[in-house]
């Protein structure tokens, strides 16, 4: 371990994303995100940017179906069962009157999409069951108006960036230390997995989009994000190792 106090340590995250009592060493560099593009480019999501993310006239005045983005991640294939009860709790929720001008995209991922237990809700027009999305490209879709997310942090990252208002729901493993930093950080999102029903779903939604303090925070670190993005960092500390040696 010794052999390991000499490298440099590259943090793909700001540095206003870690607890602000932990004092790295001179060899720790918080770095870009990572928020790269390559598939917002690909034939798969420009078919859903044409269905769903992109408003075709805008001038004409017409009124498009705000996104809900729920998604587990990979972690559906470890908390399968977390996972089955916030989707269907999210597809109970939008037979209520408050998600009548919203739009579900449900990423279930591959072993579910097929799912009998979806069978009672494949009718309903407001859902679309998908078992791959175009993540990035729904996170920063115009008209997403709601994420919900199990709180990996990639997917953190990307909706901070994107300055989308989103809930943690989180399933097991860094996902809640991934949260208390959102939390400790003037964010409040999170909402406990074991304790949701598709009204406290709808409740959390509608709180999250009047609390002011949790979104003036989220977008104060998301032009954080976008800056250090911007600047990219890891690359220097990368060449000037290079050209150490």
């Not at 990572?34 to 859903?48: E, F, G, M, Q, V």
């Amino acid at each position: 371990m010794k052999d390991l106090e000499s490298f440099d340590e590259l943090i793909p995250c700001p540095r206003e994303y870690e607890y602000s009592h932990y004092n790295p060493g001179e060899n720790v560099h918080y770095v870009e995100p990572c928020i790269l593009d390559r598939d917002l480019a690909s034939s798969a999501s420009a078919a859903w940017a044409d269905n769903l993310l992109q408003p075709e006239n805008p001038e004409a005045g017409a009124q498009y179906e705000k996104l809900i983005f729920v998604t587990a991640g990979s972690q559906v294939l470890d908390y399968e069962g977390k996972a089955r009860h916030l989707f269907h709790c999210m597809c109970e929720a939008m037979q209520a009157a408050e998600m009548k001008d919203y739009h579900l995209v449900l990423g279930v991922g591959t072993k579910l999409v097929n799912d009998h237990e979806w069978d009672e809700f494949r009718n309903m027009s407001n859902i679309t069951f998908a078992g791959w999305v175009p993540q990035r490209a729904i996170l920063s879709a115009p008209n997403l108006e709601f994420a919900l997310i199990h709180g990996g942090l990639a997917t953190i990252k990307e909706s901070v960036y994107n300055n989308k208002k989103f809930l943690i729901l989180p399933l097991g493993k860094d996902q809640i230390d991934n949260a208390l930093r959102l939390r400790k950080y003037g964010i409040n999102n999170t909402v406990p997995i074991e304790k949701i029903g598709p009204k406290i779903l709808i409740d959390a939604m509608m709180k999250l989009r009047t609390d002011r303090k949790t979104r003036q925070n989220l977008e104060k670190l998301s032009k954080a994000f976008q800056s250090i993005e911007t600047e990219s960092p890891g690359t220097q500390v990368l060449l000037k190792n290079l050209n150490q040696t």
